[in-house]
């Protein structure tokens, strides 16, 4: 896993290992940000981060901040030594804790959010919901959910979404 664009092109990132974790690939992460394209100076918010690979690949492409939302105490120290590589210390907060929490407490207005949870697990919707219902999308902002072709957006969400791409068993939903 590598960073594929912006002022860390090239920088290889320390991935999570193990049959649960599913990093997002160079193509998948290609086909993310030619969609969004511009990231310079926004606010990031990557939940269900893992090893930051998305969020990292956003502070690269110009973000001016990033925060890393992940339970899992393997992902945040990965997070942690990634961030470290690449020399982000100042631009990145890591949160470990469990999505729906962080959302509760959430106040902070972010221009791009990025979720990437678990396949299969009943997660997509109920997470952008709670994005929404929790009004930490700044105006104009969007957000990038990476989720399996299995896992079908609710209908109730579908006026939000923008775009909506399949790459093999991998969807990207982009709404606003």
């Given at each position: 896993?590598?960073?594929?664009?912006?002022?860390?092109?090239?920088?290889?990132?320390?991935?999570?290992?193990?049959?649960?974790?599913?990093?997002?690939?160079?193509?998948?992460?290609?086909?993310?940000?030619?969609?969004?394209?511009?990231?310079?100076?926004?606010?990031?918010?990557?939940?269900?981060?893992?090893?930051?690979?998305?969020?990292?690949?956003?502070?690269?492409?110009?973000?001016?901040?990033?925060?890393?939302?992940?339970r899992?105490?393997?992902?945040?120290?990965?997070?942690?030594?990634?961030?470290?590589?690449?020399?982000?210390?100042?631009?990145v907060?890591?949160?470990?804790?469990?999505?729906?929490?962080?959302?509760?407490?959430?106040?902070e207005?972010?221009?791009?959010?990025?979720?990437?949870p678990?396949?299969?697990?009943?997660?997509?919707?109920?997470?952008?919901?709670?994005?929404?219902?929790?009004?930490?999308?700044?105006?104009?902002?969007?957000?990038?959910?990476?989720?399996?072709?299995?896992?079908?957006?609710?209908?109730?969400?579908?006026?939000?979404?923008?775009?909506?791409?399949?790459?093999?068993?991998?969807?990207?939903?982009?709404?606003?």
């Amino acid at each position: 896993m590598r960073v594929i664009a912006g002022q860390k092109k090239g920088h290889k990132l320390i991935s999570l290992t193990g049959a649960k974790t599913r990093p997002t690939t160079d193509y998948v992460k290609e086909a993310i940000f030619s969609i969004i394209y511009d990231c310079q100076d926004m606010k990031v918010l990557d939940l269900y981060s893992g090893s930051g690979g998305l969020g990292f690949e956003a502070l690269s492409r110009g973000a001016s901040s990033l925060e890393l939302v992940d339970r899992s105490e393997k992902a945040v120290k990965i997070a942690m030594k990634n961030m470290n590589k690449l020399q982000y210390e100042d631009r990145v907060k890591i949160h470990k804790q469990r999505v729906e929490a962080f959302l509760k407490i959430a106040t902070e207005k972010y221009d791009l959010i990025l979720l990437d949870p678990p396949y299969n697990q009943n997660l997509i919707n109920a997470t952008i919901k709670a994005v929404f219902q929790s009004d930490i999308l700044a105006d104009g902002g969007t957000i990038v959910a990476e989720h399996s072709l299995q896992e079908k957006i609710r209908e109730e969400l579908s006026s939000r979404i923008i775009k909506q791409k399949r790459y093999g068993d991998t969807v990207i939903t982009i709404l606003q």
